[in-house]
């Protein structure tokens, strides 16, 4: 009868792992635990050292993709983001730059225009103060204007009248008021008659006051001190002012009645210098008017010899200066005007106006400062007011501002510098990464069938070798075979042409402590001569298999099978101080499993089977 083939590689189990002492009297007849081969430790060090290089090689690759991509789109986004830095601030500088300008213009051209209605006043027609009527007063006024870029500009004159001309000034105006009314009237080309305009005109210095109802009415001014009545302006009509509102003419109106045009005028009567300032004031453009809107005011004092007898009164929309300062295209900025007088305005202290610029669209955003804080560091800012006025001179209380006009981007603005690159360049060191994996990949699969065809041969050899040889001599058989490399890198498992230490030396060992059992079945030449050979192979396969699982668990080293003989030997190939206990331990299982076996085929191989019975014979 040929070797059993089943043999397990290692049988390092020891009888101190089954928790059973040497006198133990069971008959562990549990269900044997299965015999299973396992590759030899070569091949899985192989593998798991091959698997962790692969999978180190693709972490490093990821990594360096990674950071590669990441380092490509900061870098495009960086540089993005620095042309959009350099533009805004050069766009920045030029638009305030420009602002500055304008406003500079601004005040010239106010104070040139106070100087001409003094001289034109002395020489030309031979008035005085206050009862002055500027000839062409809309064609002049509409020039100097037109420097500004205002849409809606608001130019008038304010004679300062004291207190014992009021009575005369009302004749004044009844006078002279159709004079420059039709002047006004040919050269902004209305559709209405002086006489029109001399209904609504009030010729009494006076301020207005509200009824309960909320109707405005004109009350005379009775304070005592010199006023400041509206007189000439340009336009004729402003907002509700004029005959198609049922309102008046505004004309006669105390300027002093309003507190911050009567504190800019304190400033200018003390320094002689023009004044300027914040004020809510009601919104004269079509389709807003009446609105509250916060916009400037510039008086500019008119001087007779070094003596004050009036004022020049200009309003400066803000929106409308931003409006004529930027042009198409620019979108995206926040525009901050910032004071640095805290102006009283009903209660209330504005010291910044902002704005958000769209091309020439121009939108009040509030009387704060709105502009986004993540844009701090990109502000562009320019003093655009500095009037250098002597601090000594201004009237205690009061303050001549300084103001500052500061630029910010905005995330629109922004956009408009974002381009795909920082991704496409990303995307592309990307491609780049799945290209070489896919390319490490395909090589790796070809190399990897390869070996693995290497792997499997091994494996065979090494499980013929395990169920021919005990774990021990197998592994010795492998050492010995370290220096006999082969060709293709890998080593001979059987060790093959002769390495070792010694060519050709034989591997032997000394057991003194040993004990051998020898187990035949008797009756099996009488039952085997009646049957079939597969039903002998059936029997003897199912017993001898039940033996060796019985061997594996009990550490003993089946030595071979010699037709119905079985033979077993405990204490090799290794030391073991139970091998007698051991081998009883397996006799006794061996012949329980022999009266089970034979139970179970008798229906398949007989009804003799069951006759059959193990002799056991034990050497020490």
Known sequence: MSKSSSRLSDRSTNESNTGLSPLDSSTGADSPEPIVYVAPDVANREQTAVTRSKILVFLTMLLAVSGTATAAFLLMEDQEYGNFEDAFTGLGKEITTVARQKVDQMFSAVDAYSLFIASDAKYDSNSSWPFVCVSDFSSKS?????????????????????????????????????????????????????????NLTIPYVHHYSYTADGEKVSIPTIMPGPALPMWQRYPLIVGNDGPASNGNMSISYDFQDSSEIADLFKISSSTRRPSIGFTRLRDIRPGYIGKLVVDSQIVQPVMDDGELVGMLWLRIPWREFFQDLYVDGIIGTTVVISSSCGIDSGGDTISDLSYA????????????????????????????????????????????????????????????????????????????????????????????????????????????????????????????????????????????????????????????????????????????????????????????????????????????????????????????????????????????????????????????????????????
Not at 387 to 409: F, M, Q, R, W
């Open 142 to 198: 509409e020039k100097i204007t037109a420097l500004f870029g205002f849409e809606t500009p608001v130019l008038a004159i304010a004679p300062l009248v004291r207190e014992e001309e009021k009575d005369k000034w009302a004749s004044f105006v009844l006078e002279t008021a159709p004079v420059w009314y039709q002047e006004s009237i040919n050269n902004e080309g209305l559709n209405y008659t002086v006489e029109d305009y001399m």
């Open 357 to 620: 610029i769209e091309g020439s669209h121009v939108e009040f955003l509030g009387e704060f400062d709105a502009h986004d804080p993540k844009y701090d560091a990109q502000v562009v800012s320019r003093v655009i007011v500095d009037l250098n006025v002597d601090s000594a001179k201004i009237p205690e209380g009061l303050c001549v501002p300084t103001l500052t006009l500061d630029l910010y981007p905005t995330d629109d603005l922004a956009a408009t510098y974002e381009t795909s690159k920082p991704t496409l360049y990303a995307t592309v060191v990307v491609a780049i990464f799945v290209f070489t994996t896919l390319v490490f990949l395909l090589y790796d699969y070809y190399v990897g069938r390869r070996k693995r065809s290497y792997m499997e041969r091994i494996v065979k050899q090494d499980q013929i070798v395990s169920d021919v040889f005990p774990a021990a001599i197998r592994d010795r058989l492998y050492e010995s075979g370290q220096r006999g490399l082969q060709d293709d890198g890998l080593h001979d498992p059987l060790g093959g042409g002769g390495g070792g230490g010694t060519a050709g030396s034989p591997l032997a060992d000394f057991f003194p402590e040993t004990t051998i059992v020898f187990a035949d079945i008797t009756g099996f030449t009488a039952w085997s001569s009646a049957r079939e050979p597969a039903q002998v192979f059936i029997l003897l396969e199912t017993i001898y298999g039940a033996f060796d699982k019985h061997a594996y668990r009990r550490s003993v080293f089946k030595v071979e099978t010699v037709g119905d003989c079985y033979v077993a030997v405990a204490g090799l190939p290794e030391p073991d101080k139970e091998h007698a206990v051991n081998v009883c331990r397996f006799a006794r299982d061996c012949i329980n499993t022999m009266k089970e076996i034979t139970l179970k085929l008798e229906v398949a191989l007989g009804p003799d089977t069951s006759a059959l019975d193990l002799r056991v014979g034990i050497h020490r």
